[in-house]
């Protein structure tokens, strides 16, 4: 039996994500692993605004070890998408993100995916325990967040993990 299709209430974070005329495949839809591409994005885009991931600095960062995806219903260029973030599980070195992508301005996921991150050392590759102030932000997308407060991602303190601008780009 399969699980119910997940709506927009079911997630904590919502981005804006752009389909691309190179998208779409021979069948008229988005090629399959742009779905995953789209995960990515919406995932990696919330770490480093959030402050939690600079690509280039970070001593930690997630290395994807399992994904999967599970579609429910076409969409294509030109469609927009808004990708919802959650938290599935939060591990002592593991973080699962689960992902629900939505067409236009449908309450029904066209598709639903997760990404496992093992965190791990920049040298040297190996796990290690996330941090507290990303498990804070992390936290944050265990649930919707309260009707009229929207998810921001950062941490309770108001200020990026890394104490870099929001951008996750390095300061000048």
Do not use: Q
Not at 17 to 31: E, F, Q, V
Not at 77 to 106: C, K, Q, W, Y
């Amino acid at each position: 039996m399969t699980a119910p299709r997940a709506r927009r209430a079911d997630y904590a974070l919502f981005r804006p994500l752009a389909t691309r005329w190179m998208d779409n495949d021979c069948y008229g839809h988005l090629n399959n692993v742009v779905h995953y591409a789209l995960f990515d994005t919406a995932v990696n885009g919330w770490l480093v605004e959030a402050g939690l991931l600079d690509p280039v600095r970070s001593e930690t960062f997630g290395l994807v070890v399992e994904t999967g995806c599970r579609y429910h219903a076409e969409m294509a260029f030109p469609d927009r998408v808004m990708a919802g973030l959650r938290l599935g599980h939060l591990g002592t070195s593991s973080v699962r993100f689960e992902i629900g992508l939505f067409r236009n301005d449908e309450d029904l996921a066209a598709a639903e995916g997760f990404f496992v991150h093992v965190y791990v050392t920049r040298d040297g590759h190996r796990p290690h325990p996330i941090e507290p102030a990303r498990r804070e932000a992390f936290e944050m997308l265990r649930r919707p967040p309260a009707k009229g407060k929207p998810a921001t991602g950062r941490p309770a303190t108001g200020r990026p993990a890394t104490g870099r601008p929001a951008t996750g780009r390095p300061d000048p």
